[in-house]
């Protein structure tokens, strides 16, 4: 890449970024410029603008600006690397679309030739089975799959029952005003926790992308209906506090 030299205007409007941004990238030591004029312009060149490109990169693979700060920070981080990060990205992307394009046509098909099925039906069928696929990748898509497959459809109507069984005692020990360090209501902790690790593995990262739909979706979407707001709330707290 030949030297150049831009003002932060001229770099905002090549990159389509506000000036607002790259002051603010400034300010908290992400992205500083090379050099300030007196006049107190300043000035981005080969260097800024290729870690302008990382923090764009890393932005869009979802890591927070604290992270991308150690991202950058970090020695083992290069362009290379994430570029080629990103390409994978863009594959999982390409590949999410075409399952989505399928599951469609499929749709498309039911709506010609099934009467007995409604419209409203198969949207919401469509909202159960895409809302999965924005939050886990293709790689914890298919270890659920792996996962379902190895409990079995058995299992999986018995942990149905579970779960609603054990939402309704906790919704019991809300009604009696008890408080989520009680020791019946740790006992209730253990076994959602219990039933959350059936269904994760015990993955971690499967566990994050879980928690990051029911924050962005809500719980009673997130659940199709089976814990509200008011639910989860008690019981992130009973979590937060059991051994």
């Not at 001229?10 to 500083?32: H, K, P, S, W």
């Not at 886990?136 to 058995?154: A, P, S, Y």
Request: glycine share 4%; aromatic share 6%.
């Amino acid at each position: 890449m030949s030297e150049i030299i831009l003002k932060i205007g001229q770099l905002a409007r090549r990159t389509g970024l506000t000036v607002r941004t790259l002051r603010y990238y400034d300010e908290i030591g992400l992205l500083n410029p090379s050099k300030r004029m007196d006049s107190g312009y300043r000035l981005y060149g080969v260097e800024e603008i290729e870690r302008l490109h990382n923090i764009l990169a890393l932005r869009q693979l979802g890591f927070s600006l604290e992270e991308i700060q150690s991202c950058l920070d970090n020695p083992e981080y290069s362009l290379d690397n994430i570029i080629i990060r990103q390409m994978k990205q863009v594959r999982q992307d390409i590949e999410l679309k075409k399952q989505l394009y399928a599951r469609l046509k499929t749709m498309a098909d039911h709506i010609r030739f099934a009467e007995k099925i409604s419209v409203d039906e198969l949207i919401q069928t469509m909202k159960v089975m895409t809302m999965h696929e924005k939050y886990f990748n293709e790689d914890q898509m298919e270890e659920l799959k792996q996962r379902r497959n190895n409990i079995g459809q058995v299992r999986m109507q018995q942990a149905q029952k579970d779960w609603q069984e054990l939402i309704n005692d906790v919704r019991i020990e809300m009604k009696n005003g008890a408080d989520p360090i009680d020791k019946k209501v740790q006992e209730l902790a253990k076994r959602w926790k219990k039933l959350i690790e059936e269904f994760t593995g015990g993955d971690s990262q499967i566990q994050n992308s879980l928690r990051d739909m029911y924050t962005s979706e809500g719980p009673e979407k997130a659940s199709q209906g089976f814990v509200d707001a008011e639910v989860m709330s008690f019981m992130s707290r009973a979590l937060s506090s059991t051994k």
